[in-house]
């Protein structure tokens, strides 16, 4: 079943569906969430991310980048020790390291979503090895969905959906090409 078919009036998925899912960001703060929550998903379902989310906003400081690149091991232990999180330590340590790289980013192209744009169009293979080249814990699956999620590649979405027209109508960068 697609995402399209599931998520419409489910508690947790639908918000997610109609209101974020494939609209196109600038906001660096919602790249970094998005790209950490995918990360987290690995492995488990989307269902148990969202409803781990306000846990995951609270525990990494709302996703604030400088903050959470300059965690130490202080802020490791308690994240290993949140259970409103995964606590899985390849994953918190990835969060915090691709902070830092996201920090490393920003001091070339003046923000994340800049060398989004910067690299934009790219195939996703030639994107899986972007991500791979400047980010820790990505694989194929991470980083497609990350694209999807923010408008940098198609297939969020079935034609048909109600949502992928509104999507249409704010022209993500997957339909600038």
């Not at 600038?26 to 950490?36: G, I, S, Y």
């Not at 709302?62 to 300059?70: G, S």
């Not at 409103?84 to 923000?111: P, S």
Request: hydrophobic share 40%.
């Amino acid at each position: 079943m697609y995402y399209c078919q599931i998520a419409p009036g489910h508690p947790w998925h639908g918000p997610y569906h109609d209101r974020e899912y494939g609209f196109p960001t600038q906001d660096d703060t919602v790249l970094f969430e998005r790209l950490v929550l995918e990360i987290n998903q690995a492995g488990l379902s989307w269902l148990t991310i969202l409803k781990k989310r306000q846990a995951f906003r609270s525990a990494f400081d709302e996703f604030d980048v400088e903050r959470v690149a300059r965690y130490g091991a202080r802020q490791r232990t308690r994240l290993l020790a949140d259970p409103g999180i995964v606590r899985n330590r390849l994953k918190i340590d990835a969060a915090i390291e691709n902070a830092r790289r996201v920090l490393r980013i920003r001091e070339q192209f003046g923000a994340f979503a800049v060398w989004l744009d910067a690299h934009h169009p790219l195939t996703r293979t030639d994107w899986l090895q972007l991500f791979k080249q400047h980010f820790v814990f990505v694989g194929g699956e991470i980083v497609g969905e990350f694209l999807m999620s923010v408008g940098y590649l198609p297939g969020a979405h079935t034609p048909e959906c109600p949502i992928n027209r509104q999507i249409a109508r704010v022209v993500p960068p997957w339909m600038r090409t």
